[in-house]
């Protein structure tokens, strides 16, 4: 039986918009009832439009987004179980040696005051980690290494390194503090697409060898397939499906997963153009679509659709859907193949 790293239950975040002069305050639910289990040592992928709740539900993993209803628990490698709900001062200080972030810009992230030994080590000097300097500079020599990053690095400013560097300074950042859990938000889409390979490279053989739980979050559905051990596919603050990435790209079972996958742009002329086309925009959070929230968009969408919230069921092994009509759906037009590791 797999472990469990990351354990959510029925976890809603909401966020007060004001107070109406009249009724309820408008509230933005960023997160809405989410049930979700992440195996330890997995690469699980989180992907969706902008706008449906990758990143509020990657924070609260980390306690760093507001817990409105349910839970988020953190079982370290050691088996002490963290409450993102309920942390106090010392079990919050614990947890974070033991979950780290990666940031979407590499330029934004890191200080440009600091020279590159200093942002590798701020966490441990912070975190009171290492009983010496000579102790503090053995870790971030060796993180540096795993990173990618010489020695003579260490010596220089932020300014002085390409993005693809910077990303790998942020890495090692993150994994100084030996942590068990890491989200990575959007942490490649930044860069170009030759050092997007050598970083997601790079993350996949750090997770491999230091047995990192990581969730991955991405609007690319490209970039998951090749990464990833589990996908989730998210719209307006619910997960709509979940699956292997080879299982999900061969059979997807929601709509909005089938128009993700066929408009993956195509080398192949004969695949131009069959993208489909979802009409209108993602609705607002504020005010969502009553029943099947994906229903205003959905080529499929039935009286069923308007009236009933679809629940996430079973559909195979592994594979997960939440859609009324989920067996009817046949193969994308345009179907990405997976591997272990993405060409570099």
Known sequence: MTETAIRIR????HYPLGRRIFGK???L???AGITLDIPRGSFFGLVGESGSGKTTL???????????????????????????????RDAERRFRRRAQLIFQDPYAALSPRMTVRDIIAE????????????????RVR????KCRLNVEHLRRFPHAFSGGQRQRISIARALVTNPDYIVADESVAALDVSIQADILNLLKQLQRD????????????????HTCDHVAVMYLGRIVETAPPRRLFAAPRHPYTRALISAIPSLDPDDRGRAERLEGEIPSPANPPSGCTFHTRCPMARDRCRAEVPQLRQMAD??????HFAEDLAAPATVVPTSEKVPG
Do not use: W, Y
């Not at 029925?10 to 975040?13: A, F, G, K, R, T």
């Not at 060796?142 to 290494?145: H, Q």
């Open 318 to 323: 592994g594979h997960h859907s939440a859609c």
């Open 25 to 27: 305050p408008d509230v």
């Open 142 to 145: 060796e993180i540096a290494a």
């Open 58 to 88: 990657g924070r609260a993993t980390l306690a760093a987004a507001p817990i409105s209803t349910g839970s988020v628990e953190v079982i370290d490698s050691q088996g002490e179980t963290f409450d993102m709900a309920r942390l106090d």
């Open 210 to 225: 230091l047995g990192l739980t990581f969730m991955f979050i991405s609007h690319d559905l490209s970039v998951v397939a």
């Open 10 to 13: 029925d976890l809603e975040v």
């Open 123 to 138: 966490p441990l000097e912070v975190m009171k980690l290492c009983k010496s300097r000579d102790e503090v500079n053995d």
């Open 29 to 31: 639910k960023a997160v």
